[in-house]
């Protein structure tokens, strides 16, 4: 049963302003249409622990999230949202973060995107407002597909990886997009691990009290474009570090590299992170080649750190 509740806009404020008093629920309310087991979702509520009082504006772009909003006069979120377009999401941002500074108001305002709100369609407008350091928190929860629209591939999308546009396994790696916003010079870029609550807990409270853009990056498992099991989304988030395949580590101003969970690089934890997901079932995962691969991209990472290259401890 659906239990959405009604969103009524504050008439002084248009109802883009709230105080603490206002949402004394979880970002994400109970009812929503989520399916069962999606990563973005649990993304919420790590986000709606480390928001705690706080008072936050919210901009999301076309996405299964905004979907998860429903239809006025309800809506499945406690906070005020603006539904924007992809292309524009971090430029509706950055006005609504100036227009807060100018009216005096403490309000945090975030941008909450998929990949391909973020990687691909809204980049634009993205890298504009880091290198303008405008003053919002991004954080792109990643399900690597176009989620909403039945699962087209995205520049986020695994190589190998099934998707209705990839039907024999995606040809190119996936883009290093926390490399790309670094890049940028940002005040604070970090990858966040929903199996990891302590990191995750410590990352969002950081991100949400540094000025200038910040970009946090989550891995949100969506258990129906990966054909995987609704209940092992923690479970393949903690196989994806454990294996080094998803790295967990976070950039200062560009330059500060500091790697926050040093992985086993578990073959086993790779391969079942590979066998548990129907998208990777089609028989073209090579798992000596990723090994590889993640091996060379820890080379690269932990030089940057200022690690030996064999380091094994953090
Ligand atoms: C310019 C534009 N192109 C395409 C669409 C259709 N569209 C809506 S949501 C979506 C997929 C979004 O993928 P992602 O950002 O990864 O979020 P997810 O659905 O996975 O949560 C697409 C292609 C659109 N709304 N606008
Ligand atoms: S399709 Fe995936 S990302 Fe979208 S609501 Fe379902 S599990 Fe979540
Ligand atoms: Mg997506």
């Keep these: ?14 109802g883009l302003a709230h105080t603490p008093a206002d949402r004394p629920e979880p970002i994400l309310r109970a009812g929503n249409t989520n399916c069962g087991g999606c990563g ?13 009082d706080r008072p936050v504006q919210l901009v999301i772009p076309a996405s299964c999230s905004i979907v998860t909003a429903g239809t ?35 309000t945090r305002v975030l941008c909450w995107a998929g990949d391909g709100g973020t990687y691909d369609i809204g980049f634009a407008t993205i890298s504009a407002a880091a290198e303008r350091n405008e003053d919002i928190l991004f954080i792109c929860y990643d399900n690597e597909i176009y989620g909403n629209t039945g699962g087209q591939r995205s520049s986020a999308t695994p190589q190998n990886a099934w998707t209705t546009t990839t039907p024999g396994g995606k040809d190119v790696p996936k883009k290093d997009l926390l490399g790309i916003m670094a890049a940028h010079r940002i005040p604070y870029t970090a990858s966040v691990s929903m ?8 990352k969002l409270e950081h991100a949400l009290a540094t000025p200038g853009f910040r970009f946090l990056h989550l891995l949100a498992p969506c258990p129906t474009g990966w054909k995987s099991e609704p209940a092992e989304s923690v479970s393949l988030v903690r196989m994806a570090v454990d294996s080094g395949l998803y790295a967990v580590y976070e950039v200062f101003d560009g330059n500060r590299v500091r790697i926050n969970i040093d992985p086993t690089m578990s073959d086993s ?43 094994a401890t953090r």
């Design 40 to 52: 973005m979702s649990i993304g919420w509520q790590l986000l709606s622990r480390a928001v705690a």
């Design 195 to 202: 199996a990891h609550l302590d990191d995750a807990h410590r």
């Design 269 to 311: 934890a790779l391969e079942r992170y590979i066998a548990s997901q129907g998208r990777f079932r089609k028989g073209h995962a090579d798992l000596k080649a990723l090994r590889g691969e993640i091996d060379a991209s820890w080379r690269e990472l932990r030089a940057r750190a200022g690690w030996a290259s064999e380091e």
């Design 72 to 106: 006025y006069p309800f809506s499945a979120y406690g906070a005020p949202i603006v539904a924007s377009t992809f292309a524009s999401a971090a430029a509706v941002a950055s006005g609504l973060a100036h227009a807060a500074r100018l009216n005096g108001e403490k």
């Design 1 to 14: 049963m659906k239990t959405l509740q009604t969103f009524e806009p504050e008439p002084a404020l248009g």
